[in-house]
């Protein structure tokens, strides 16, 4: 069974910085596709980035592009979540996901349905 397991959350004021990290562990493959979701207060979980197996073709979602950027280490079963110029309606619980190799799923999926394996989730507090 593969666990996901997030850290890099805190509190950051309003333009500043955090990287979330996502190591999988407990599984036989190396390659996974995986993601980054969102969960504010009284708000559903929502897409953030997401990229393929292989650590390419990246995805985001239209309210983080040109601020948040998603990286993956293919030998260490990473995925990085880089946060610059953040903003106080980035604040939410963050998870990381990754998708099942078994299902021969390698591309980059941006529904939460899609996935398999989540993290507990890192809190992301931007205060202004």
């Known amino acids: 069974q593969v666990q996901l397991i997030e850290s890099g959350g805190g509190l950051v004021q309003a333009g500043g910085s955090l990287r979330l990290t996502c190591v999988a562990s407990g599984g036989t493959y190396s390659g996974y596709a995986m993601g980054w979701f969102r969960q504010a207060p009284g708000n559903e979980r929502e897409f953030v980035a997401a990229?393929?197996?292989?650590?390419?073709?990246?995805l985001y979602a239209d309210s983080v592009k040109g601020r948040l950027t998603i990286s993956k280490d293919h030998a260490k079963k990473t995925a990085y979540l880089q946060m610059n110029s953040l903003k106080t309606e980035d604040t939410a619980v963050y998870y990381c996901?990754?998708?099942?190799?078994?299902?021969?799923?390698?591309?980059?999926?941006?529904?939460?349905?899609?996935?398999?394996?989540w993290g507990q989730g890192t809190q992301v507090t931007v205060s202004s």
């Open positions: 996901a990754a998708v099942n190799p078994r299902r021969g799923i390698t591309g980059t999926k941006i529904h939460a349905y899609e996935y398999d394996y």
């Open positions: 990229i393929n197996w292989n650590g390419d073709s990246p």
